[in-house]
Protein backbone atom coordinates (compact mmCIF):
# COMPACT_ATOMS: atom_id res chain seq x y z
CA UNK A 1 0.00 0.00 0.00
CA UNK A 2 1.18 3.74 -0.95
CA UNK A 3 1.48 6.23 1.91
CA UNK A 4 0.78 10.41 1.59
CA UNK A 5 3.65 12.15 2.98
CA UNK A 6 3.67 15.70 3.45
CA UNK A 7 6.86 18.31 3.68
CA UNK A 8 5.98 21.74 5.41
CA UNK A 9 6.92 23.68 7.73
CA UNK A 10 7.24 23.03 11.34
CA UNK A 11 3.71 25.53 11.46
CA UNK A 12 1.15 23.45 9.29
CA UNK A 13 3.12 20.10 10.03
CA UNK A 14 0.36 19.54 13.22
CA UNK A 15 -2.01 19.58 11.39
CA UNK A 16 -1.02 17.22 9.03
CA UNK A 17 -0.02 14.64 11.56
CA UNK A 18 -3.41 15.31 13.18
CA UNK A 19 -4.72 13.40 9.60
CA UNK A 20 -2.33 10.50 10.02
CA UNK A 21 0.20 11.12 7.20
CA UNK A 22 3.67 10.53 7.27
CA UNK A 23 5.02 14.33 7.76
CA UNK A 24 8.82 15.58 7.25
CA UNK A 25 9.35 19.47 8.61
CA UNK A 26 11.74 21.29 6.71
CA UNK A 27 12.70 24.22 6.63
CA UNK A 28 14.42 25.58 3.37
CA UNK A 29 14.57 24.88 -0.35
CA UNK A 30 17.50 22.99 -0.18
CA UNK A 31 16.22 20.79 2.57
CA UNK A 32 13.11 20.39 0.05
CA UNK A 33 15.78 19.42 -2.93
CA UNK A 34 17.16 16.14 -0.65
CA UNK A 35 13.80 15.01 1.00
CA UNK A 36 12.03 15.28 -2.15
CA UNK A 37 14.79 12.95 -4.14
CA UNK A 38 14.50 10.37 -1.33
CA UNK A 39 11.21 10.60 -1.71
CA UNK A 40 10.81 10.29 -5.70
CA UNK A 41 13.11 6.93 -4.29
CA UNK A 42 10.84 5.34 -2.29
CA UNK A 43 8.55 2.83 -3.68
CA UNK A 44 6.02 3.29 -0.47
CA UNK A 45 5.24 7.03 -1.24
CA UNK A 46 2.06 7.30 -3.48
CA UNK A 47 1.24 11.09 -3.03
CA UNK A 48 3.86 13.35 -2.01
CA UNK A 49 2.01 16.85 -1.24
CA UNK A 50 5.08 19.86 -0.68
CA UNK A 51 4.65 23.48 0.65
CA UNK A 52 4.44 25.30 -2.52
CA UNK A 53 6.77 27.66 -0.88
CA UNK A 54 9.26 25.28 -0.91
CA UNK A 55 8.02 23.75 -4.13
CA UNK A 56 8.98 26.52 -5.74
CA UNK A 57 12.70 26.30 -4.75
CA UNK A 58 13.78 23.53 -6.08
CA UNK A 59 16.18 22.85 -8.59
CA UNK A 60 15.04 22.47 -12.57
CA UNK A 61 16.63 18.93 -12.19
CA UNK A 62 13.94 17.78 -9.81
CA UNK A 63 10.81 19.89 -11.27
CA UNK A 64 11.88 17.50 -14.66
CA UNK A 65 12.27 14.48 -12.72
CA UNK A 66 8.92 14.80 -10.94
CA UNK A 67 6.80 15.78 -14.53
CA UNK A 68 7.95 13.00 -15.51
CA UNK A 69 7.33 10.91 -13.09
CA UNK A 70 3.84 8.88 -12.41
CA UNK A 71 4.23 7.74 -8.47
CA UNK A 72 4.74 9.30 -6.71
CA UNK A 73 2.34 12.09 -7.94
CA UNK A 74 4.09 15.12 -6.33
CA UNK A 75 1.44 18.33 -5.54
CA UNK A 76 1.41 21.63 -3.97
CA UNK A 77 0.34 22.82 -0.76
CA UNK A 78 -1.09 26.08 -1.10
CA UNK A 79 0.26 28.05 1.61
CA UNK A 80 -1.92 30.04 4.02
CA UNK A 81 -1.54 33.28 2.85
CA UNK A 82 -2.55 32.29 -0.69
CA UNK A 83 -5.51 30.46 0.17
CA UNK A 84 -8.49 33.04 -0.63
CA UNK A 85 -11.83 32.57 -0.96
CA UNK A 86 -14.01 29.21 -0.94
CA UNK A 87 -14.03 29.44 -4.78
CA UNK A 88 -10.49 28.72 -5.20
CA UNK A 89 -10.23 26.49 -2.56
CA UNK A 90 -12.40 24.25 -4.56
CA UNK A 91 -11.25 25.03 -7.49
CA UNK A 92 -7.90 23.95 -5.82
CA UNK A 93 -8.50 20.47 -5.03
CA UNK A 94 -10.42 19.76 -8.20
CA UNK A 95 -7.30 20.94 -9.85
CA UNK A 96 -5.21 18.19 -7.52
CA UNK A 97 -8.10 15.28 -7.93
CA UNK A 98 -7.98 15.59 -11.92
CA UNK A 99 -3.85 15.95 -11.41
CA UNK A 100 -4.62 12.23 -9.22
CA UNK A 101 -6.89 10.63 -11.61
CA UNK A 102 -7.23 12.58 -14.80
CA UNK A 103 -11.21 13.52 -14.79
CA UNK A 104 -12.91 15.62 -13.48
CA UNK A 105 -15.01 15.16 -10.55
CA UNK A 106 -17.89 17.34 -9.25
CA UNK A 107 -19.36 16.70 -5.96
CA UNK A 108 -22.70 18.34 -4.71
CA UNK A 109 -23.68 18.95 -1.00
Known amino acids: ?38 LLEDDRTGILAVNEGFLAGIDDRIKARIEATYRPIVVSLPIKEK ?3 IGERKAFLARLVHKAIGFDVTLKE
Do not use: C, Q
Not at 1 to 20: N, Q
Open 83 to 85: LGA
Open 1 to 38: MYKVVVLTDRETAYGFRLAGVDVYEIGSPEEANNEINR
